[in-house]
């Protein structure tokens, strides 16, 4: 039997990233993400494999985003006995956000068996707990980027920089099959040029298939510069009014972005020195694990470093974890940025600064990430009148920034730029991770310019000749 790939996860939607590889008896799945979306539906298919876990040998990981990494627990704690492969700064911040994720898990669980037990329904369980997620991370491996990594005697893996946040990667499958190779890259998520901290994506040199990712598949993004004149321009003007600026922000990747401009902003004197909060523990730790991972790091970050100009501005930057001192926050009058989790406003401490600071005119809530559909984060970008935080209703009087230029996805202008030089030469492009008209919009697109491009069905196998 021949090389083969199977489209399990991401297929015509955004999250739970997974598809198998296959050839001959070698089995491996690139990611395991988590499906996030309605509860129940989320905990069904993120609770059942469509294959046994035990009889795969490994698992290719792209970068640490929940929805790529975040199901992983499950994987291990349903038999699956291989190893998880991945980059060495995407296995430290895996250490940090599946036992975090775990977290979530049970935390989420106590409040739906409230109202099971209210219903006289039984208990509910976690789909993993912060111990399952502590237990997977024994069978993580890390590697350097641009180095081979035998899988077993035909199969062999190469990361590739995908400049998407700390860690990612597009990983390049080679498979054997006799004198043939097949060569897949695994290009999801890709990156943009030009986000700090990291190198820009690169490609492998030789590319048969391509699965691409199309999150911004139908749209283009205003240039990066623009989110930090903007961020400039928000915290200028209210400061000036003597307001609080509100940051919900994702723990991994746009926090530090966010302070990393903020402290470059303050060295150029483009916004007054006025104290800069990050409160959140998650994204205390994964600050930590930047540290660690120079080898991450663009020339322009390295540069900051060495004539220490530090990126995450630990001098004028308070990074938070203890709760009195987040609770403190609350008393202080004086204008600041407090950058909290998470993004999306769904949980964690954000809420508590969001009920504090809504009702006051003098405030602006800076809203720097997606947020999908039914989260108070949407709620806020479409400024509703009236938003509930911990069951109570409270007026959105706050000024309401969004900024969209942070993105680290390729729009469809940087995705068909960093596919140009594989035209003629690749044999299928398989787009996945977007929502199905984006995907259908990129396909088209590609199609255009002559590639040989295919939207998969969820669970459609397509043989690599
Ligand atoms: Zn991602
Ligand atoms: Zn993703």
């Given at each position: 039997?021949?090389?083969?790939?199977?489209?399990?996860?991401?297929?015509?939607?955004?999250?739970?990233?997974?598809?198998?590889?296959?050839?001959?008896?070698?089995?491996?799945?690139?990611?395991?993400?988590?499906?996030?979306?309605?509860?129940?539906?989320?905990?069904?298919?993120?609770?059942?494999?469509?294959?046994?876990?035990?009889?795969?040998?490994?698992?290719?990981?792209?970068?640490?985003?929940?929805?790529?990494?975040?199901?992983?627990?499950?994987?291990?704690?349903?038999?699956?006995?291989?190893?998880?492969?991945?980059?060495?700064?995407?296995?430290?911040?895996?250490?940090?956000?599946?036992?975090?994720?775990?977290?979530?898990?049970?935390?989420?669980?106590?409040?739906?068996?409230?109202?099971?037990?209210?219903?006289?329904?039984?208990?509910?369980?976690?789909?993993?707990?912060?111990?399952?997620?502590?237990?997977?991370?024994?069978?993580?491996?890390?590697?350097?980027?641009?180095?081979?990594?035998?899988?077993?005697?035909?199969?062999?893996?190469?990361?590739?920089?995908?400049?998407?946040?700390?860690?990612?990667?597009?990983?390049?499958?080679?498979?054997?099959?006799?004198?043939?190779?097949?060569?897949?890259?695994?290009?999801?998520?890709?990156?943009?040029?030009?986000?700090?901290?990291?190198?820009?994506?690169?490609?492998?040199?030789?590319?048969?298939?391509?699965?691409?990712?199309?999150?911004?598949?139908?749209?283009?993004?205003?240039?990066?510069?623009?989110?930090?004149?903007?961020?400039?321009?928000?915290?200028?003007?209210?400061?000036?009014?003597?307001?609080?600026?509100?940051?919900?922000?994702?723990?991994?990747?746009?926090?530090?972005?966010?302070?990393?401009?903020?402290?470059?902003l303050i060295r150029e004197r483009r916004i007054p020195e006025i104290p800069i909060y990050?409160?959140?523990?998650?994204?205390?730790?994964?600050?930590?694990?930047?540290?660690?991972?120079?080898?991450?790091?663009?020339?322009?970050?390295?540069?900051?470093?060495?004539?220490?100009?530090?990126?995450?501005?630990?001098?004028?930057?308070?990074y938070i974890t203890d709760v009195a001192d987040s609770i403190k926050l609350n008393d202080?009058?004086?204008?600041?940025?407090?950058?909290?989790?998470?993004?999306?406003?769904?949980?964690?401490?954000?809420?508590?600064?969001?009920?504090?600071?809504?009702?006051?005119?003098?405030?602006?809530?800076?809203?720097?990430?997606?947020?999908?559909?039914?989260?108070?984060?949407?709620?806020?970008?479409?400024?509703?009148?009236?938003?509930?935080?911990?069951?109570?209703?409270?007026?959105?009087?706050?000024?309401?920034?969004?900024?969209?230029?942070?993105?680290?996805?390729?729009?469809?202008?940087?995705?068909?730029?960093?596919?140009?030089?594989?035209?003629?030469?690749?044999?299928?492009?398989?787009?996945?991770?977007?929502?199905?008209?984006?995907?259908?919009?990129?396909?088209?697109?590609?199609?255009?310019?002559?590639?040989?491009?295919?939207?998969?069905?969820?669970?459609?196998?397509?043989?690599?000749?």
């Amino acid at each position: 039997m021949g090389a083969r790939v199977q489209f399990f996860g991401a297929v015509r939607t955004v999250t739970g990233s997974m598809h198998l590889l296959s050839n001959g008896n070698a089995r491996l799945i690139l990611d395991c993400g988590l499906f996030q979306g309605h509860r129940d539906e989320s905990f069904e298919r993120n609770s059942r494999f469509p294959f046994d876990p035990a009889g795969l040998d490994c698992c290719v990981l792209s970068h640490a985003h929940i929805d790529h990494s975040g199901n992983i627990p499950t994987l291990v704690k349903r038999g699956f006995a291989g190893r998880i492969v991945t980059t060495e700064a995407t296995r430290d911040l895996c250490g940090a956000m599946l036992p975090d994720s775990g977290h979530i898990q049970e935390e989420d669980v106590k409040f739906v068996n409230k109202i099971q037990a209210k219903r006289g329904l039984p208990p509910r369980s976690p789909l993993y707990t912060r111990k399952d997620a502590e237990d997977s991370l024994a069978s993580f491996r890390g590697s350097p980027y641009r180095e081979r990594v035998e899988i077993d005697e035909n199969v062999s893996v190469v990361f590739y920089d995908a400049g998407h946040v700390l860690g990612s990667a597009n990983p390049l499958v080679e498979i054997r099959n006799g004198s043939k190779t097949v060569r897949l890259a695994y290009m999801v998520d890709l990156g943009r040029k030009r986000l700090p901290f990291l190198r820009d994506p690169e490609r492998a040199p030789e590319i048969d298939y391509v699965v691409v990712e199309s999150t911004y598949g139908g749209r283009v993004h205003a240039p990066i510069d623009e989110a930090k004149e903007k961020l400039a321009e928000t915290v200028r003007r209210t400061a000036e009014r003597r307001g609080k600026i509100i940051i919900p922000s994702f723990a991994l990747e746009r926090t530090q972005e966010v302070v990393y401009f903020l402290s470059e902003l303050i060295r150029e004197r483009r916004i007054p020195e006025i104290p800069i909060y990050v409160d959140s523990p998650l994204a205390v730790n994964v600050t930590e694990i930047f540290k660690r991972h120079e080898e991450c790091f663009d020339a322009e970050t390295i540069a900051r470093i060495r004539r220490n100009d530090d990126p995450f501005g630990t001098e004028r930057i308070s990074y938070i974890t203890d709760v009195a001192d987040s609770i403190k926050l609350n008393d202080e009058k004086r204008p600041m940025v407090i950058i909290s989790a998470s993004g999306m406003c769904e949980a964690g401490r954000i809420l508590h600064h969001l009920r504090n600071n809504i009702e006051n005119r003098r405030n602006t809530i800076l809203m720097v990430g997606y947020s999908a559909k039914n989260t108070l984060g949407r709620r806020i970008v479409e400024r509703e009148k009236i938003v509930r935080i911990f069951g109570q209703d409270h007026e959105l009087k706050a000024e309401v920034v969004v900024i969209n230029a942070f993105s680290a996805h390729a729009d469809r202008n940087e995705l068909l730029a960093h596919l140009e030089p594989l035209r003629g030469k690749v044999k299928g492009v398989f787009v996945v991770h977007g929502d199905e008209d984006q995907s259908e919009k990129f396909v088209a697109a590609l199609k255009e310019r002559g590639f040989p491009a295919h939207l998969p069905a969820p669970e459609e196998t397509v043989e690599l000749a």
